[in-house]
């Protein structure tokens, strides 16, 4: 994998839901300041990804180095915990995934669980290639992407009532209270922990760069998020973002230009789609890495397995869009976003210390 391919990857892992399903709860959180949170917030994240690129570059990918430097029980032990932490951020992806699909791209009543159904098997499909291919479809759909997203801020333009989203410095600091910050953290740590299990996929050359290029993934997602956020604002004021579950999709279904250019979201929102697929076969690629080094082995096995499990709980346990919003504050911002990074400490920590007692 290069590192064009490395980054189109880490980007598309965060960026497509994050845009899409982030705004209205930093409005909501924040008020009308909350576009200033993925920018507080990145801060952080940005250390963090920074970090790990830089040491699974010298010393390998997070998973290999779990095993190597806390041997093969206490290793399956550390990944035993990032398997059940990342398999409850790869549940709430595919139900993001299919219900984004409900919402934006069908207007028939289709049942939920026959979109998400269709959102896993492509992304299986994907991951089944391998990251590679991953990596290919990423650098191919990312720049389209945040091409049509940027043409997206461009059209409202005209109809905006900048008076919404004025001043731009803040007023007050409910955008970087706990709540706002910890839900954009959800979304803007997981380049540091998907690129740590990717780590020894990419170019060894890449790997001297990696804690750049996952830096750029995490600013470049946070600076288009908070742009979006404010054009949101600035179009809808901060009482219309608040309200809506998907901003972004009311945003697009407003955009005309002219009586000949209608309809916007016929071009945009499979464009959204894709990233989203792609978002979920890199997470189903490292779950299945994670389970296939505990049980040692049977890698496509592994993968089938997974996937209809995933798929089958994120049926099950959402039934609404309003639980996955709960979800994803209650289970993967106080539990599974802590214990994937801590994992990934626990692993590069004892490779430092392994590495250090070699030297000596």
Do not use: C
Request: hydrophobic share 60%; aromatic share 10%.
């Amino acid at each position: 994998m290069t590192n064009g391919q490395f980054f189109a990857l880490m980007f598309l892992a965060v960026f497509p839901t994050m845009a899409m399903l982030l705004p209205g709860d930093l409005v909501r959180l924040g008020g009308r300041y909350g576009w200033w949170t993925p920018l507080l917030a990145a801060m952080p994240a940005i250390v963090a990804a920074w970090l790990t690129g830089t040491l699974g570059g010298r010393v390998g990918d997070s998973v290999s180095v779990a095993m190597r430097g806390l041997g093969r029980v206490a290793g399956r032990a550390l990944l035993l915990v990032e398997w059940l932490a990342l398999g409850a951020y790869m549940v709430v992806v595919i139900r993001e995934s299919g219900e984004i699909s409900a919402v934006t791209l069908v207007t028939a009543n289709i049942p939920v669980w026959v979109l998400t159904v269709l959102s896993a098997l492509p992304a299986a499909l994907l991951v089944w290639f391998g990251p590679v291919v991953l990596g290919r479809t990423a650098i191919l759909i990312w720049p389209v992407l945040v091409f049509m997203y940027a043409g997206v801020l461009a059209a409202i333009l005209p109809s905006t009532h900048l008076i919404w989203a004025l001043p731009i410095v803040p007023h007050d600091m409910r955008f970087a209270t706990w709540q706002p910050v910890l839900r954009t953290w959800v979304w803007e740590a997981e380049p540091t922990f998907l690129g740590g299990v990717l780590m020894n996929h990419v170019q060894v050359t890449a790997r001297k760069s990696a804690g750049r290029t996952l830096v750029w993934a995490v600013a470049v997602s946070a600076i288009l998020t908070a742009l979006g956020t404010w054009s949101m604002v600035a179009e809808a004021g901060p009482r219309g973002v608040a309200v809506g579950a998907l901003p972004i999709l009311d945003l697009v279904n407003r955009i005309a230009l002219g009586p000949f250019v209608q309809h916007l979201q016929s071009v945009v929102l499979p464009i959204e789609t894709m990233g989203t697929v792609v978002k979920v076969g890199v997470f189903l690629w490292v779950w299945s890495r994670l389970g296939q080094r505990i049980v040692g082995g049977w890698t496509t096995i592994v993968l089938v397995v997974e996937t209809i499990v995933g798929t089958s709980l994120a049926v099950a346990l959402f039934p609404s869009v309003l639980a996955v919003d709960r979800a994803t504050y209650f289970w993967l911002a106080r539990w599974a976003l802590p214990a994937l990074i801590g994992s990934i400490v626990v692993a590069y920590g004892a490779a430092t210390i392994q590495r250090g007692r070699g030297r000596t």
